[in-house]
Every structure is written in C-alpha cells, then in structure tokens.
C-alpha cells in the first residue's frame, strides 16, 4: 500500500508512488521530488493478489518556494505561467551559495555566478525588489525553484506578441502608479497581473542606476559577447529588447516548465 501522484488525474502505481510495509488500515507517507507551483493528483492504493485498488482523487498544489525559503506568487498570461515577483535566491537549487559581490571592480571583472542587491542593500530592496543576477548567474539555468526557469527569448517574445505587440506590452506589465514608478509612469495598466517593478540595474562597471525609472530582465538567450534583455520604461508604454554585456546586473523572472 502507499500513494501515488501525478499532475494528470486518477494516478496509478505506474506513476509516481510510495510503497509502504505497514500492515494498519491508516498509514501516513511523504511525496518528494515535486515541482513548485504545480497541482497534483494523488490516491492511496493497496494491491494484493486480487489486483490493486484506489483511493479517492485528491488535488493539493505546491507551494512555490525557492532554496533560501522565499515563497512567490504566480500569473498565467497566455500559454505560460510567470512568477508574480523578481527572483530572490541566493543559492543554487542544489543548495550551493551563489557569489555575492559587493565591490564595483570585482563585479565588472568577473565571470562567476553573482549577485547582488540595489545599492547593496538587502533591508531596503530585496523583499519589494528581488535581486540583480549578472549574466553568467542565468547562464547556469540552476536558480529558478525546481520545476520552473528563467524565461528565454523566445517567451519573453511570445509574451510581446500575445499582448498586442512592443509598443504597448510595457503598460499591461507595468504596476500602476507612482508608489514605486517615476511619474507619469505612462500607460501603466498593470491588466495581466505581471505587476512590473522599476528595480533598476548595475551597470558593468558596478555603478547602481535607474531605480524607480526602468525595468529590466534578463532572458536565456546565449551569445557570445553580449546578451538579450527586456526594459520597460516609466514614460512610456512599449518594452524594448536590448544586447547588453554579460556584467550587467539586472532581475530575472522565472517562468514554469511546459
């Protein structure tokens, strides 16, 4: 006996299962290896000569949670599912520390995973904000919480064009108001529920610029001198694609596998 689950309904012992050796009728077991952010179907079941019976079809879903703890909310614009929030984590999913870099030189020079925070300060910008990862950080494919990655080029682009086109995306993204956008922050309609933020950037010779008037994210798109990124601005309403080089520090967006 034990429980088996799956994100398709009425699971079987040919998806994923425990197996327990416990003879009582009430017996608890623990599900690993679950994806963040999903819903899933589990059953009991109990097999014995005669075949294997099942349990009732429940539906749970899971909590998105990165390695560091931080719990972010979710959107679906389209086909795909985006986290409502900038990335915060710290580490690799596998639990390794990512290199945190607070001297300008160190973080103009560097081909390490890092990160930082606005201003270098955590207190104030982690929490509304999320961190700025320099490229190499994306280009390890190893900070998003299991099941869902940072969005490529090609979904940032099939978001662009789902919404109606460059020139008018930035509105529907944008957060409305002035709380954390420049005035006019011009457009801002926030319809999908993206609820951009103006989290600035770290240019790459280590200077912090552009809070409260820009926002930008980093795409995985591989190339070899400089890299793809998207800004929207507070004065208008459209979202610009960018090369930028790989010393940048800019946020992340992650988006769920599919």
């Not at 160190?106 to 990862?133: I, M, R």
């Not at 709380?179 to 011009?186: E, Q, V």
């Not at 990124?229 to 930028?244: H, Q």
């Amino acid at each position: 006996k034990g429980v088996c689950w799956s994100t398709n309904q009425q699971p079987t012992v040919a998806d994923a299962k425990t197996m327990e050796s416990i003879t009582e009728l009430q017996f608890a077991s623990t599900m690993s290896a679950l994806k963040a952010g999903y819903e899933y179907h589990v059953r009991a079941y109990a097999t014995n000569a005669v075949g294997t019976g099942y349990g009732e079809d429940k539906t749970f879903t899971t909590e998105i949670m990165d390695f560091d703890g931080n719990v972010y909310n979710t959107v679906t614009i389209g086909p795909y599912t985006w986290m409502v929030e900038n990335l915060k984590v710290t580490h690799y999913d596998v639990g390794l520390p990512l290199m945190k870099i607070t001297d300008n030189t160190v973080w103009a020079t560097t081909e390490f995973q890092a990160y930082c925070w606005y201003n270098n300060d955590s207190t104030a910008f982690k929490d509304v904000y999320g961190a700025l990862y320099n490229w190499y950080a994306v280009d390890s494919r190893s900070i998003c919480p299991f099941g869902w990655h940072i969005a490529t080029v090609y979904e940032w682009d099939g978001l662009i064009n789902y919404l109606g086109g460059a020139d008018v995306v930035g509105g529907k993204l944008k957060e409305t108001g002035i709380t954390h956008w420049f005035s006019p922050n011009t457009g801002a309609t926030n319809e999908t529920g993206f609820t951009a933020l103006p989290a600035g950037n770290r240019t790459n010779v280590g200077d912090f610029t552009n809070m409260g008037s820009l926002g930008t994210w980093w795409c995985y798109y591989y190339a070899p001198s400089s890299v793809y990124a998207y800004t929207i601005s507070y004065d208008n309403s459209s979202v610009v694609k960018y090369l930028d080089p790989k010393n940048m520090g800019f946020p992340v967006r992650c988006i769920k596998d599919h």
